[in-house]
């Protein structure tokens, strides 16, 4: 799972940032043009993840450390879990996966500053560890059903 993301510390606007190396760049631009344009709204981002074997998902002890980090994360940057859900079959396509997480951020900055807070570097490294394989679409966070 290490080898699925990149710890390399980039200088993106100026700041250091966690970059993983699955990052879609063009989409992380994007956001930035959101958050720095003077109308940054709500985001809601759902998260498709499948965990490694090692991370023992949902009762194993580094899955449950990347959530406690993951919780202190996203308290940091005023972010939080709406609702998570385990997947329990795909009845079309394949794209194998262990948990479906919706995750509601109060602003597009709010998102970019999981990348430099504090906590940051001890989440990513966890991550690292427990996640196999990962997919996050963004969704605006300001209307129902994406709104806390």
Known sequence: ALSLYIFAISHLFGCKMLRLNNQNDR????????????????????????????AGFPDGELFKSYMTALDRLLSAVGARILWRHNVLGQPVGEQPLDE??????????????????????ENFRL??????????????????PFAP
């Not at 109060?106 to 570097?121: K, R």
Request: aromatic share 10%.
């Open 27 to 54: 989409e992380i631009q994007t956001i930035r043009k959101i958050a720095t344009g003077g109308n940054d709204k709500p985001a809601l981002m759902l998260n498709l993840n499948r965990y490694s074997d090692s």
């Open 127 to 144: 991550r690292a560890l427990a996640v196999e394989y990962a997919v996050i679409h963004r969704f605006a966070g300001d209307v129902a």
């Open 100 to 121: 479906v997480l919706a995750i509601w951020y109060p602003s597009h900055q709010a998102f970019l500053n999981l990348f430099t807070a504090p906590e940051s570097e």
